[in-house]
């Protein structure tokens, strides 16, 4: 069921008795803005801690005890043009409980996000204060996380003409400084009123008793378009490359390709293979040529960004090795436009992928995100038998295409004096 209950706040249920616990999941969706990102982070940490009703963690945390147990948690992420704050609550299932927890679980929820734990239009100083803390500290640590500073550095130098995009989906140290909890209590004021939300309920539950659980939230009407999703950056002729020094034993190597692709739309599924073949997989050129038989990184392999056009290759190499490494990777992606891999292959990274999507399909958390997907995007898979037939359909001259569409736009080499 997936109904809109307001303008801009739907809800979707999916009854399920395949699993033993019952799955709540609330997403705000807002367009991706540089100003806001780092608000919305902090706002999720600040809502996890307490509330007016639980105002320590501790409270907050016996009362999950008390609910068997229950999981409860808050994170952002980003989806192409959307930036996401994504609330999840799961429980034992009623069938194997003395008294229904999914009524309880909904108050809960309710408790969190429309009594937060204010005094006079502000959050709580100490509990703001120590989170700011704690998020700036998370922030500055990834200074020491060398794979995550090639992989942000590369992003933002390939998304640089674009700071909404260029920005970590969690936020930058220079936007934490300034927030404030009043700053911050006026942002909470007006993501309630203007984010779009979709509530969605997994578990053998019963659709109309699940929506008067909901019923009475008090969430307005807001704009009821479904916001844009899929970015694409246009391509530019030139490569654009960095080279940042660090004290580092193990040199970095990343690169940013533009994938001319569609979402959901036709070519996504050669695109899906044409990656998998690439760099995506332990079957892939990348890993077995360029790691296996060359022995020239430590780790090789990419991933495919379908809400941004972004295919990302990450490597951990030494220094001295990087033109090598890049000419290796150049072949890579040279080999499957020309067509230089055999039928087997082929097949075998199409059933890999086939069987990573059927095992997903036994995740409550893949299927209320499958859930959203299909709402924001309508060419979205229905089904795990809609997606394997359009992997099946893949044939080779599709996956040569799709890998010819990839083109190389930014490199980002993070070394220092050990690793050359």
Known sequence: MR????????????????????????????????????????????????SAVYPTQAALSAHLESLYGANFSIGVAREGKLHRIGVTMSTVDDRFTDTPLLPQAAAFLRTILFEPNMQAGSFDEATFAREKENLDHYLASLDDDRQTQAALGVQQLYFGADQDQAIPS????????????????????????????????????????????????????????????AFDLPT????????????????????????????????????????????????????????????????????????????????????????????????????????????????????????????????????TNQALYQLLVPDAPQNFDEFAQRIKAVDRQAVQQAAADMKLQATYFLTGEDSE
Do not use: C
């Open 3 to 50: 109904k809109e209950m307001k303008p801009g706040v739907w809800l979707i249920v999916l009854p399920t008795t395949q699993f033993k616990t019952t799955r709540i999941n609330v997403q705000f969706l807002a367009p991706l803005q540089r100003a806001t990102v780092t608000k919305r982070t902090l706002l999720t940490s600040l809502l996890e801690t307490n």
């Open 170 to 229: 969690f936020g930058t140290r220079e936007d934490l400084a300034s927030l404030t909890a009043s700053s911050l209590a006026a942002y909470y004021q007006e993501m309630m009123q203007h984010d779009q939300v979709v509530i969605t309920v997994l578990g053998d539950v019963d659709p109309e008793q699940v929506a008067a659980l909901f019923a009475d939230w008090p969430l307005d009407a807001r704009s009821q378009t479904v916001p844009a999703v």
């Open 236 to 367: 530019h002729p030139d490569v654009l490359t960095q080279t940042t020094k660090v004290n580092a034993q193990q040199a970095k190597f990343d690169l940013a390709y533009h994938v001319e692709t569609d979402l959901m739309g036709p070519k996504y599924a050669a695109t899906l293979v044409a990656e998998e073949l690439f760099g995506g997989s332990s079957l892939s050129l990348l890993f077995t040529n360029v790691r296996e038989k060359a022995s020239l990184a430590y780790y090789a392999s990419s991933m495919f960004d379908a809400f941004r056009g972004l295919m990302l290759v990450q490597t951990g190499i030494e220094g001295k090795d990087r033109q090598q490494v890049a000419d290796l990777i150049r072949d890579q992606l040279a080999a499957v436009v020309n067509g230089d891999f055999s039928d087997a292959l082929l097949k075998a990274v199409k059933d890999g992928i086939l069987d990573h999507q059927r095992a997903a399909y036994d995740s409550p958390r893949f299927l």
